[in-house]
């Protein structure tokens, strides 16, 4: 059972008559596949007024960083305040008249992936106004996994905008328990978290196009890098959306040799398509997703040079830092360092 599962159990809600606003997306959904806005609006202890969304919009057709506007749910004939658009915090005036805003959001405890930022901005918000706070949580796949640098204030964005390891293995609901435990912003806010129960493996719902199942979840802080050196394909959207680099002239020979010495167990396989690929065995060590990615960029530059890499014109080096939330990873990769040198920066 989700948050919300949790929540719809109770035979009264909270706060009976509150005028509630709901911050949620295409994942937001009930054990039964329900969507948490239609199973709230159902209930009458509540008058659901007012919702929001994300980024890739509440109904999750988004693209990537695109500018989603505000819109009517026109079933439940609400309006949706994009907090993907013109505004990336919700004015206060969205939140002054609500009695409680409840967050419903499918994340995957990653610093880069936006989901995070809005929590803390719609908080901080929410603190100002003094509009009371519940987050319905639902378990993350990379759940209690850290691995990665930590933020560097100078690079501070929406695609990094908390100061955790890259990868902190938190959910929503912890996640927002630690912002208002650690940010003195944060200390008259009201806060509820209604938590997961029983619930390692609930049904998954992508909370993006390019998080299409949770195998995708799990692999995202592996190979999202590419997306600042678009000329390799993550297949973002496809049905292996981010479980694979590809690029047309590669060759996997080479690259499979230095993974190879990296003490990474990979054998040539061929896929359905009969390309090579490469496949990796598991080797009982902890899953550490950001040091498998610097062992990768790292093996894709010793293969193609630091030219193709960062230099070609179609990269963006300033986006993978703040990806990243650090130059220094890059300036290392460029610098020629090794996987060991570059993990030691973390």
């Not at 960083?65 to 915090?89: F, M, T, V, W």
């Not at 060590?285 to 894709?300: I, Q």
Request: with cysteine; net charge negative; glycine share 8%.
């Amino acid at each position: 059972m989700n948050g919300i599962d949790t929540l719809l159990a109770r035979p009264a809600l909270p706060r009976p008559g509150a005028n509630a606003g709901l911050l949620a997306h295409a994942a937001s959904r009930t054990r039964t596949g329900e969507h948490s806005a239609n199973a709230l609006a159902r209930r009458r202890d509540w008058r659901l007024t007012r919702l929001f969304s994300p980024e890739h919009g509440f109904f999750g057709n988004g693209a990537a960083g695109e500018i989603i506007d505000s819109a009517r749910h026109p079933d439940l004939d609400l309006p949706i305040h994009s907090l993907y658009g013109e505004h990336r915090s919700p004015p206060p005036e969205w939140l002054k008249d609500l009695d409680l805003l409840v967050i419903d959001l499918q994340d995957l405890g990653v610093r880069c992936y936006t989901y995070a930022s809005t929590l803390q901005n719609v908080l901080l918000v929410a603190a100002d106004v003094g509009c009371p706070v519940m987050v319905l949580d639902r378990p993350t796949p990379l759940e209690g996994i850290t691995d990665g640098p930590g933020l560097d204030p100078a690079l501070r964005s929406f695609v990094g905008q908390i100061d955790l390891p890259l990868v902190y293995g938190l959910s929503q609901g912890p996640l927002a328990l630690h912002l208002h435990r650690t940010d003195p912003r944060l200390k008259a806010l009201e806060l509820c978290v209604i938590p997961a129960e029983n619930s390692p493996n609930p049904p998954w719902h992508p909370p993006s196009p390019g998080i299409p199942n949770r195998t995708a979840a799990l692999v995202y802080p592996v190979t999202v890098w590419c997306e600042a050196v678009p000329q390799v394909s993550v297949d973002r959207g496809g049905p292996r959306s981010f479980h694979l680099w590809a690029m047309p002239d590669l060759n996997p020979g080479p690259v499979i040799d230095i993974l190879s010495l990296e003490g990474l167990d990979a054998t040539v396989t061929k896929s359905q398509e009969n390309w090579p690929g490469i496949l990796f065995t598991p080797n009982g060590e902890p899953y550490a997703p950001v040091r498998n990615a610097v062992r990768l960029l790292t093996a894709l530059r010793d293969q193609l040079g630091t030219d193709r890499l960062f230099r070609h014109p179609d990269a963006r080096p300033d986006f993978f830092d703040k990806l990243m939330g650090t130059a220094s990873v890059r300036a290392a990769l460029e610098n020629g360092q090794t996987p060991e040198d570059i993990i030691a920066l973390f």
